[in-house]
């Protein structure tokens, strides 16, 4: 069994607290929020502690492993902080919208060498996934082009678009990161980068974009394609194409149903696709738990590293130097 | 180059006429229907002289063969009339509603040997004509179930339905063609079938079906199910599906684009399906007349034959009788 | 909370037994099996007491609801002696393979009046769901036609099949109930039936059948197909389409990702179904205990009654008439 | 009736050769090719002359228009021969390879006022036009992304290679005025390009590109993303997505038929896509010639100008130095 405290209940951090109640090798020891009622929401339907700091969660000695989904500005603390504990860390994407912070936080924690995974669900998506072992099976021959479609529902409210660290930091990095997962160890050398402001005024009046499209090309000349929007009215549309010399591989949409409907204005209608990623990602959230569950207790390492978290942020901030620029940027990472 | 006179040229008639023209290795030349109207029609678009009685255009030596559109219940006259003037016939199912005078037709053009082909469309399909070939190549291992959907998209008008001869004998006769197209040389043995007036107030005052369902079973146990409706909201439904020891072939319906939209109401929308025969079998009536004009040309036996037009109609009769009784019903081919 | 008794925890019980355990609602108190080391591994899962007999299990005070899964012919019993203790049951399909001894049983149980399910999963199944619902909202306008296609991926063993009650009782009788599902209160008034020996020489020798059609007839004239296989090599089969005057709905097959390949062979190309109904019912399975708890909880009558499970068998008896007797049977219910 | 010189028949312009022939509305007149084999193979199947020299076929005074399908380096002489002579001129994509050229032929032709169509047939593809008359008719609101996939089955030989002037101004360029006619009149402003060699070392040793990527920006800021490849193994990939406020539409690949498999390695399976140009464009080609000869009758403006070919080849070679600079570059249209 894994002790874990989680700090974090949000959105995501509730989701995270129901998968950690249901999973048969976890117990979730200690919640911790700002908010107390967010706390005590999670308290309800688990065995939890509140706890009254961050402090008192991550340090009680019976806590194996340090859950983060607090707000983006505090991981890097509380990693640390579980990393000084000793304690294994899951923690949320992005480690931090500052690079400086990060490789900061890199030099607190490494000679600590507690495992650390990144958030980085859309790799446990069991579609995705078949994708890549397909590939690393050689059923599509050489990899040669990557296509990526990842488009949200609606925008976001403008206070968390505020600190959200901009559009390519805070949804173009799952693509980033997931392009380096189908690359395997043929790493990006350069980025091109396009953004518009064509969805929300809202997001134009804090110069922010909402519609985005890039390039990317591994040292061996494969070449990918990202594109992203805050706004699809169809629901959340989450595609991947791999293409080789072999073949190619979709990761397409998914709807709740299997129902098709016929009529008078048209054929083959499905439902709209799943909403958000709450939905569309659900079973990838508890494969993910899993994942880490496993690794810890295996004492083996993350599947998803601290540095594929550093990596991504890299690939984000060149990309924002790419448009700002207007030129192939260089990706050194 | 084959000369063709066609008579009858109503919707289907001049949908003929208009293949026959484009058809490099045919003459339209002649044309007969009891409203002259329809025949100048054509002849604005051919070169087909408009004959004055069905006698003048079949019998006219540089005629090498007839093509037979008209009201069914003329059929049997004009099939003999060219048989007996040597001429080659392709004749529009079905041969006719009644048994005797098919029988009958068929003692009197018999000794006449010549090459007659009869209008069951569906046989050229491309899409069809690809399960039965990869069903003979062995791809679905031994046939077991043959399920076969055809609904049209709405009722034709009551003077046409009074003349019909029911819905088994005017719909359901094509697929009783298709199922036996498909098993080959394992005959059908037994049916049962099940009428229903669900769609059309009209349909119901002649006591005519709209709604029909049947079961063939084959000798060697195959078993077939067929479905009919005289109105489908969103087109032409024609579907078949063959299943088998090694597998499942689906023929499955066409839509006239490859568009599918995504919106607020729904996912991988398609437009509806062809509306109806003619735009659905376009290339099969293609086919048809182009593999008519080669037997012809060969001097081959006709893909589709006389004894195939009356077996069909037989299987219909079977139909009826197993509705009538409420038995599973003999079929003597 | 319910505290459950688990009477019967072979492959379907087992699969119980992890529904009950997961569910927030349930205890899992007792578990039961004539094979004492397949309650042991449930036992192993769960906090579940191992019961020395079913009396025992079931007779405890503590026990709220009594759950059976074990062989068919013990149903019955089982049934008797949990209402007699007071219990709300959930008995998996059928009630027994004899008619008599179900309407024994009913005679028994009646006066007692205590809450009665039967496991007619596929009624819970999101999908079929959703065709219903859209139906009763009148999506599709009047009903007229349904076509179930239902295959199983491979044969039981002989062993089973011997006690299976044949092959229209143990695996037709789910889609009677299904069609019954969507005719709602328009009564199925009459049956034909159609069974063939094709797939396995084990099934032909102990005289049951493995391949299947039917046609089913309900008092407003609407028209059902049936069609079953003991082996579909590309998974377990299950698809439904419900037809009327205003469109037509599919429930169609699922695929466990939503990957599809490209290559040189074919395109399009998704993994094959679900293997079998373990994993494509699971959602319906959980739905199925979900509604059961709710519905006990609350006092509120269950949603597949011991009249659903009685009249399926009618069904499944009435098909046996048809086939033996060769006649469209009729169907009172 | 147009009658009409072609000019060039290789493999395309023996293609028009035939569609010109079965067009009511079209006499083929002439023929010439550099071979005479190829001149002698068309007017086997047409009524056409060989013309000695394409001056013969041009500036014969019964000649209506003249099809220009040869050589790219011979185009602009032949179209400003033709339009010297009064005829009205279709040519084939590209008008050349090198823009000083095309504005020199436009310099010569403009004052001449013949009209003058360029081959670019995917805007006669039904569902792509479908495509753009649903976005112009509002129903996906405001564009802002288009995806273009574009990729061959496989490399052409290495003679053609070299004259092809390179991957992005033989093949690319369709994909440009694709872009251009979804934009309608929202010019392209900026443009980033991506060249690698995956596929064949010959495309490598003349240092062609065989896959490419390229982002379009518009004034109005929509983002349009086109990738290429010389070789699809599974058929001539030909899609394109629009997406915008109320949605999204895309046009997507075409097979031959509309059968699907399922079996025990895969289920949906449908055939290889359509294999190139000639049959996925097939229905386009003869869009695209009943529109040129229906504009040239009725005198009005061709549907895709000289202009429309002159910007496509712009943009081409704004890619091109997109390429080398590594820039996003200014398109001066």
Redesign the interface.
Known sequence: MLNIALIGVGRIGKMHARNIV?HPQCNLTYVYDIKEDFSSEVAKFSNAKIAKSPEEAINDNVVDAVFIASATNTHVDYIILAAKAGKAVFCEKPIDLDIEKVNYCYKQIKVLNVPIQIGFNRRFD??HR??KL?KDNG??G?L??I?I?S?DPAPPNIDYLKISGGFFRDCTIHDFDLSRFFLGNDPIV?I?A?G????SDEIKSINDHD?????L?SQK?????I?N?R?????Y?QRVEI?G?????????????????????????????YNFFIERYDQAYKNQLNDFVNTVIDKQQPSVTFEDGRKALIIANAAYKAFET???TKVIL
């Open positions: 249901d069991y579609s078949k994708l397909s059923e599509i050489n040669e082009m296509v479609t488009r350069a091109s396009y518009s402001q064509l969805v519609t985005a499209m890039f390039i090309r000349g494969v070449l990918c394609h594109n929007s706004r699809a009215v169809y629901g549309d293409f010399s072999k073949g190619m591989l979709i990761s397409t949409n998914q709807t709740p149903s299997s129902v098709e409907k016929y009529n008078a204005s048209g054929t083959n209608i499905k439902e709209p696709i207007g030129t192939s």
